[in-house]
């Protein structure tokens, strides 16, 4: 895939990430204690029928569901099932919807009910990392002023960062190269150009970066929390765009 965009696809791929947009965000305001994520990934799959767009996720090397839903220790790749969300919890959403062979991406990590301080503080500095990542997307900066950007806020916090998942360019397909890693050095790796579309995608444990992969779900090996947050982000000839939007659901 080309890594810079032409005009009309840069005009679908924003179209389809206003919609992606508006899905997360009814998506986000669904969460509450008691729902399954198997009840909330039907409602996500009911909606993007509506929306006459496809969840490709669903079939992808088997995957089952239209959303990845990961609940507390969960990293990534949260297959939902009979899991009942309890008030506390933490819940990421990571949807991504394509039509007429262009892409979309988002995901955020919000609060079931009440939850913790930790589990709060948690959530707002990855929230934090990712426009930090945003800042530093910027022509003729690199991915690995961006990974650097999102690394250091992190750490210096108190954190630990995910390396072996992260953001990817988009737009034409569901996962583009090359990765936008979540750590890295200033001045290293690709240079940024208007016309690159891409997520920046930060994953943050609570403790340590170790984790454990079985049956697609992803976790912590320490079984502390993770969160994560996800946006795209168009890079111009002044500066960037960010094409998706977080708003705050009402709980």
Known sequence: ???????????????????????????????????????????????????????????????????????????THGIPDDRVLLEGDIIDIDLVIERNGYYSDCSRTIAVGKISSEAQR????????????????????????????????????????????????????????????????PGVGEVLKPGM???????INQGRRAIRDKNWVTKTRDGKLSSRCEHMVLITETGNKVLTKHIEPKL
């Open 122 to 185: 948690l959530i707002d500095v990855t929230e934090e990392c990712l426009y930090k990542g945003i800042k530093a997307a910027q022509p003729g900066n690199t991915l690995g002023d961006i990974g650097f950007a999102i690394q250091s806020h992190a750490e210096s916090n108190g954190y630990s960062v995910v390396r072996e998942y992260c953001g990817h360019f988009i737009g034409l397909d569901m996962h583009e190269s090359p990765s936008v890693t979540n750590y890295g050095t």
């Open 197 to 203: 579309i891409f997520c920046i995608e930060p994953m």
């Open 1 to 75: 895939m080309a890594m810079i965009k032409t005009e009309k696809e840069i005009k679908e791929i924003t179209i389809m990430a206003d919609l992606i947009t508006e899905l997360i965000n009814k998506s986000l305001s669904w969460v509450k204690p008691g729902i399954t994520t198997f009840e909330l990934d039907k409602k996500i799959e009911d909606e993007m029928n509506k929306m006459g767009v496809n969840g490709p996720c669903k079939g992808y090397h088997g995957f089952p569901c239209v959303s990845c839903l990961s609940v507390n220790e969960s990293v």
